[in-house]
């Protein structure tokens, strides 16, 4: 079995083993990747509140998938385009093992796919990728917890409540899994708490770390960047720290002014 087949399967059974930690939203499940290029590390995966699809067929089939497998929740209505419904499903021990290989699927198929029907929040991901010359569908996103939830500061205070727990140790050790799995290029943490946490996690010196600034009519951004050793990849990994690159809200975040040089920064660095 296949390191990222064996991975979804374990979070299956973390989620069934812990019911109240877990919740009732589903937990993000991965793809396989098809090639070994960049890997954009989050700290947990959310949705938007609402809207509409970008890419309404894409949408369509895989709601169809859904539908097949019986996880709607009773009252279900995606005319107002909320993403969200698509992810709360029954409880975990009342699917039968027989679906659990096509719900782990088609779930791994929504998070993924979501980078062409959720632009709001991949519009930039997807930009940044394309300068370098990587496929949409190529580039790997890894959360480092995979509680689904719009609020990253509500999963930051849940894994502090549960710090040492095992559901949150075990997603620790999925992050690096999945980051080795992916074998990346480059690394390149969208939010500066998933910055944070990747330093914990890789115990990253900070005599390492350097910082480039992003230079602005409206204020600078700072990124910080560190080459690492990711286990299984033979050379060190550039992994660069963001703040806030999907949306640039905030003072000091990327904001459409710095992006042209962000992308000029990683495009040398990628290819180097």
């Known amino acids: 079995m296949k390191e990222i087949d064996l991975i979804n399967n374990e979070i299956w059974e973390l989620w069934k083993e812990h019911p109240r930690e877990a919740g009732f939203i589903t937990p993000k499940f991965i793809k396989e990747p098809t090639k070994k290029t960049l890997v954009f ?3 947990n ?3 938007p509140k609402g809207g509409k699809w970008q890419d309404q067929e894409k949408w369509n089939k895989l709601k ?3 539908i097949r497998l019986k996880l709607l929740p009773s009252g279900f209505d995606d005319k107002k385009g909320d993403y969200r419904q698509a992810f709360l499903w029954k409880k975990i021990e009342k699917i039968s093992d027989k679906k659990q290989k096509k719900v782990i699927k088609l779930f791994a198929d929504i998070h993924h796919d979501a980078r062409w029907y959720y632009p709001k929040w ?8 394309k300068k370098l010359g990587v496929e949409r569908k190529d580039y790997g996103h890894i959360d480092c917890f995979l509680w689904s939830d719009a609020k990253s500061k509500s999963v930051e205070t849940r894994v ?3 710090a040492g727990e ?3 140790k075990a997603q620790e050790d999925f992050t690096k899994r999945l980051l080795a799995a992916h074998k990346p290029r480059m690394i390149v943490c969208v939010y500066m708490s998933a910055w944070k946490h990747f330093c914990k996690l890789y115990s990253v010196c900070p005599d390492k770390i350097k910082e480039y600034k992003l230079t602005g009519k409206k204020g600078d951004a700072v990124l910080k960047y560190a080459d690492v050793k990711i286990d299984d990849v033979e050379n060190s990994v550039i992994v660069i720290g963001c703040p806030d690159l999907p949306r640039g809200y905030g ?3 990327i904001r459409k002014e710095h992006l042209e040089e962000l992308f000029d920064f990683a495009n040398k660095r990628y290819n180097r």
């Open 41 to 43: 590390l989050g700290l």
């Open 45 to 47: 995966p959310s949705f």
């Open 64 to 66: 169809q998938r859904i």
């Open 122 to 129: 991949f519009k930039r991901l997807n930009c940044f990728a």
């Open 160 to 162: 502090i409540i549960l």
């Open 166 to 168: 095992k559901i949150v």
């Open 251 to 253: 003072k000091y975040s």
